[in-house]
């Protein structure tokens, strides 16, 4: 497992998740839905979306949840190699 902050570009040991029954069950959906369909390498859980100053709608949080393979990373960033492989 890894935990990394694009925002500031960090690897962490630990975090906290707090959810709402409803985001619990499209958590674990999403979850399960990764974990038994391989066409399926990640996905995104985002909470409700706000509008910027241009319009554009933007989600306030975001969960990116990948699968990987050590045996092939191709399909990572060269940034999310490094996370996967060193931890760092």
Known sequence: MRIFNGDNKKVY??????LTPEEA?????????LANNPKIRDDVIMSESVE???????CKKIIF???????DLSQFSERAKEVILKDK
């Open 52 to 58: 910027d100053e241009k319009g554009d709608l933007k």
């Open 65 to 71: 949840i990948g699968l990987y393979n050590l045996n």
């Open 13 to 18: 040991n630990g975090i906290e998740i707090y």
């Open 25 to 33: 069950e499209d958590f674990y959906f999403r979850l399960n839905d």
